[in-house]
């Protein structure tokens, strides 16, 4: 515990990989070295609507210690899951089936993470994605992430919404409105900027409200919704599109959050991946010293 003399006010960042900004083709450990050799403090698992990666919540022991050994020999953390499959399978779905399989994915997401040492789950801010939405798909959606706190409760696991690229959880604001009525410590928010932006919200009035569940950020450039532009939420170059990162570094400074980022990024299969990551780094790590961040 430091004493009066030694408080420091130090604002180093803990910067991240997502998964799927590297090239699929790499085994694990050659991913989370990929990781390390860029610099990136740790890298977040996806589990998506892709049968293969959602193979990987039924891994036998052996293929869970062939993870964590590949995870220490690395050096590179691994403390977040995106589990982005519920888009495919979500807990509003009028099918009782889809919504059966919601709860599984829910359940095994939370023994993997258990035995990987992760420690948080993000998971996308749909009520449903292929259905229409209504308000029985809302209070379907509700039930599930209730049902679903309480079972993260009991695995000391945090569970983390992500304000999305459709207008049901679209804002800081609106998940406010769910963790009113989940009111449990082990629900949080997991704020992109890029979709924050788009939406035309007030990204630092946004952040302000959120601040004391705000587990941790998404760094992804966006173009905006306009009346004439339905936006774009991915494949954005950075710097090319409308979110304003150094006047959100300065009010996450401001508020003095201590949590992690994120650099979330698409892989293309293309000979520059890698480059494109090291560039990206480099990018925001100057956007963020602009905002008054040591990297």
Not at 63 to 71: D, H, M, P, V, Y
Not at 83 to 93: E, M, Q, V
Not at 189 to 210: F, I, Q, R
Request: proline content about 5%; hydrophobic content about 40%; aromatic content about 10%.
């Amino acid at each position: 515990m430091p004493n009066d003399d030694t408080v420091t006010t130090d604002k180093r960042i803990c910067l991240g990989i997502y998964e799927k900004a590297l090239p699929p083709q790499l085994d694990w450990p050659q991913r989370l070295d990929t990781a390390r050799d860029l610099g990136f403090d740790f890298l977040e698992i996806s589990i998506d609507e892709q049968p293969e990666r959602q193979r990987r919540l039924d891994w036998d022991r052996r293929e869970r210690l062939a993870f964590t050994q590949a995870k220490l020999d690395s050096g590179v953390a691994v403390p977040s899951m995106c589990l982005s499959a519920h888009r495919r399978f979500p807990f509003g779905s009028r099918d009782g089936i889809i919504r059966q399989r919601a709860y599984q994915l829910m359940e095994k997401a939370l023994a993997l993470a258990v035995d990987l040492g992760i420690r948080n789950i993000q998971l996308a801010g749909y009520d449903v994605y292929y259905e229409p939405s209504d308000r029985h798909t809302r209070a379907r959606f509700i039930e599930g992430i209730h049902w679903s706190v309480e079972q993260a409760a009991k695995a000391q696991v945090m569970l983390s919404i992500e304000i999305m690229d459709t207008t049901f959880i679209n804002s800081i604001s609106k998940w406010l409105e769910f963790e009113a009525l989940i009111q449990n410590p082990w629900f949080t928010v997991y704020p992109d900027l890029g979709n924050l932006s788009a939406w035309g919200n007030n990204v630092a009035g946004e952040l302000t409200k959120g601040i004391h569940k705000i587990t941790a950020i998404h760094l992804k450039d966006t173009s905006p919704v306009t009346p004439d532009s339905p936006g774009k939420f991915r494949d954005v170059p950075f710097g090319d599109g409308c979110v304003d990162f150094v006047n959100a570094f300065e009010t996450l400074r401001e508020l003095d959050y201590r949590g992690p980022y994120l650099l979330e990024m698409w892989a293309r299969g293309k000979a520059d991946d890698i480059d494109r990551v090291r560039y990206a780094k480099t990018w925001l790590e100057q956007q963020m010293r602009l905002g008054g961040w040591v990297c």
